[in-house]
C-alpha cells in the first residue's frame, strides 16, 4: 500500500527492496541504451546510415540526457527519487517504443533524444537514492550489486537481440524493450521511497539502528550553491577524468559490434557476442572493483581502473583478426567499464555534501555525457574517411591514460559530511 509508512525494524531492510527495483530500472534502462551498439550494424544495413550518422543518432540521446541530468539531479534533491524516476521512465518507455517507429535520421534522432530524456532519471536519481538508503561505508557493495543491472542488461541484449532480428527485425528488439520500462512505472511508483525517514528507518549499514521518528528536528536543508562546487578543484579534475575516461569507453562501446562485423568480418551472430562478453565483463567488474574500493579508496581505484582501460583498449587493437585474443581483452574491458560509472558516482558522494549529492552528481554527468558524444562523433566520422577503426581506438587508448593521471590531482581527504 502507498499509504503512510510505519517504522520497520524487522525482517529485510527497506534498502534491499529498493536495492532490487532500482536493479530492474538499470537492467532494462541500459538493456535499451548499451543495446544500441548491437542494433546499430543491422540499422545501418537496412536504412543505409553511415556511422557518422549512426554515432550521431546516439549523440541525440546524449544531448538531451545531458540537459536533463542535472536537472533530475536536482529534482532528485528537492522531491525526492521516487516521484522523479516514477515520471521519467513514461518517457523513457515511450521514447523506446517509438524508435522502432522510425523510418528516417532524423526521426531515430528524435525519438532517441526522446530516450535520452527519460533516461537522464535512471542514473543520478537512482545512484543518489541507494545512497541515502546504505551507510557510507557500504556504498562500495550496495553500488557494485546495483551496477550488475547494466552489465547483465548489456549481456542479455546480445543475445536477445541477436535472435528476435532473425525472427521478425530490428524494430521489435525496441518494441519490447519500451513495453518493459512501462511496466516499471508502476514498480517504481509503488515500491520507491526517497529516504529512510520515509520509513522511520535508518540507512542500512549505521551501527545506531535507531529510526528517526516523525516530528523529530531533521538536519537542515541547506541551499544548493552551484558555486560552491564549481569552486572546488576536485569537481574540476574529477569532471575531466570522467570525461576522457567516457571517451574512451564509449569509442569502444558504440562501434565494437560494427568494428567485428564489417572490419574484421564476423558474422553478426559473433560479432554480437562481443556485448555478451562485455556485459558479462561489466558484471565481474561492478561485484569486485566497487567493494574493493571502500577500502583503498575512489580516488586509487579510479587511477587504477583507469589504466587497466587503457591496457585493455591497446589489448583490443594488438588482437586484430584473432578472436580469442579479441573476446578476451573485451571481457577485461567490460570488467572495468562496468566499475567506471558507480566508481565515479561514489566520488561524487564521497566529496561533497550529502545534501547536494543529487546536484553533484548531475553536474559530474555532464562531462560523461560530452565525453561519449565527443566519442561517437569524432569515431564515426573517422571511420567514414578512414575505413578502419583503428585511429579511434587508439585515442581511446591515450585517452584513458590521462583520465588516469587526473585522478592524481584529487585530494586524497574528501569534505566533511553533515
Not at 105 to 117: E, H, K, L, S, T
Not at 142 to 156: D, E, R, V
Not at 355 to 376: D, K, P, Q, R
Amino acid at each position: 500500500m502507498v499509504g503512510e509508512d510505519k517504522p520497520e525494524n524487522k525482517g529485510i531492510h527497506w534498502a534491499w527492496i529498493i536495492l532490487a527495483v532500482c536493479f530492474v530500472d538499470l537492467y532494462i534502462n541500459y538493456g535499451i541504451r548499451l543495446g544500441y551498439s548491437v542494433l546499430l550494424p543491422e540499422m545501418i544495413r537496412t536504412m543505409g546510415f553511415t556511422r557518422r550518422q549512426g554515432g550521431d543518432i546516439f549523440n541525440a540521446y546524449f544531448i538531451v540526457y545531458i540537459l536533463f541530468s542535472l536537472f533530475t539531479g536536482y529534482l532528485t534533491d528537492r522531491l525526492g527519487a521516487r516521484k522523479v524516476v516514477s515520471i521519467f521512465c513514461v518517457i523513457l518507455g515511450a521514447g523506446t517504443v517509438f524508435m522502432g517507429t522510425a523510418q528516417s535520421f532524423w526521426q531515430a534522432c528524435i525519438f532517441y533524444g526522446i530516450v535520452g530524456m527519460g533516461g537522464a532519471a535512471m542514473w543520478t536519481p537512482i545512484i543518489t537514492l541507494v545512497q541515502r538508503w546504505f551507510a557510507v561505508r557500504k556504498k562500495g557493495m550496495a553500488l557494485g550489486i546495483l551496477s550488475t543491472g547494466f552489465g547483465l542488461g548489456f549481456a542479455t541484449m546480445g543475445r536477445f537481440y541477436p535472435a528476435i532480428v532473425a525472427w521478425k527485425d530490428w524494430r521489435y528488439c525496441w518494441y519490447i524493450l519500451g513495453s518493459a520500462a512501462l511496466c516499471m512505472v508502476i514498480v517504481n511508483a509503488l515500491l520507491l521511497r526517497s529516504k529512510p525517514e520515509d520509513k522511520g528507518l535508518v540507512p542500512w549499514g549505521t551501527k545506531e539502528e535507531k529510526p528517526q521518528q516523525k516530528g523529530e528536528p531533521t538536519i537542515k536543508t541547506e541551499k544548493i550553491r552551484f558555486s560552491e562546487i564549481l569552486s572546488i578543484p576536485n569537481f574540476w579534475f574529477i569532471g575531466f577524468s570522467y570525461l576522457l575516461i567516457a571517451a574512451s569507453l564509449y569509442l569502444l562501446l558504440t562501434f565494437m559490434v560494427d568494428y567485428a562485423r564489417y572490419e574484421l568480418g564476423l558474422p553478426y551472430g559473433r560479432a554480437s557476442l562481443l556485448a555478451t562478453i562485455h556485459g558479462t565483463g561489466q558484471i565481474v567488474g561492478v561485484l569486485t572493483i566497487p567493494m574493493a574500493s571502500d577500502y583503498i579508496g575512489r580516488r586509487m581505484t579510479l587511477i587504477l581502473s583507469n589504466a587497466c582501460i587503457g591496457l585493455s583498449v591497446l589489448s583490443i587493437i594488438l588482437a586484430g583478426p584473432n578472436v580469442v585474443w579479441l573476446y578476451v581483452s573485451i571481457g577485461f574491458l567490460g570488467a572495468f567499464f562496468g566499475a567506471t560509472f558507480p566508481m565515479y558516482g561514489a566520488a561524487g558522494g564521497d566529496y561533497f555534501k550529502k545534501e547536494m549529492m543529487g546536484t553533484v552528481i548531475g553536474a559530474l554527468t555532464i562531462f560523461y555525457g560530452s565525453g561519449a558524444i565527443l566519442a561517437n562523433r569524432m569515431g564515426g566520422h573517422i571511420r567514414d574517411i578512414t575505413g578502419s577503426f583503428f585511429i579511434p581506438f587508439i585515442i581511446a587508448f591515450v585517452a584513458a591514460l590521462v583520465a588516469s593521471l587526473l585522478m592524481i590531482f584529487v585530494k586524497k581527504r574528501p569534505l566533511p559530511q553533515i
